[in-house]
């Protein structure tokens, strides 16, 4: 079965960094678009940032100039990296991918567990 696990998630002082990284395991043939989204208490799920498979980046506006997403192919991985972060950008972040299994047709999505980041003093 195809897995997505984060990591990289923390505590960090507004103003800070963190990077993120997803990496997708199991039979996988191939993998398309990988996003990462954000979700706290009470509010909607929200696109971060998405990377095509041929490297083509696409940001909200209010991470733009702060945050950089980037993927490594040959590890099936994608990574957030976080700048000037704000308390208000404390969330639950997930990583979301279109991926084709070694016995499938057609691209398959896929959500990660989830991993914590906390932006505070």
């Known amino acids: 079965q195809v897995q997505l696990v984060e990591s990289g998630g923390g505590l960090v002082q507004p103003g800070g960094s963190l990077k993120l990284s997803c990496a997708a395991s199991?039979?996988?043939?191939?993998?398309?678009?990988m996003s990462w989204y954000r979700q706290t208490p009470g509010k909607a799920r929200e696109l971060v940032a998405d990377?095509?498979?041929?490297?083509?980046?696409n940001y909200a506006d209010s991470v733009k100039g702060r945050f950089t997403i980037s993927r490594d192919n040959a590890k099936n991985t994608v990574f957030l990296e976080m700048n000037s972060l704000k308390p208000e950008e404390t969330a639950v972040y997930y990583c979301?991918?279109?991926?084709?299994?070694?016995?499938?047709?057609?691209?398959?999505?896929?959500w990660g567990q989830g991993t914590q980041v906390t932006v505070s003093s």
């Open positions: 979301y991918a279109h991926i084709k299994g070694n016995t499938e047709l057609w691209y398959q999505s896929f």
């Open positions: 990377i095509s498979s041929g490297g083509t980046t």
């Open positions: 199991g039979s996988i043939l191939s993998i398309g678009t």
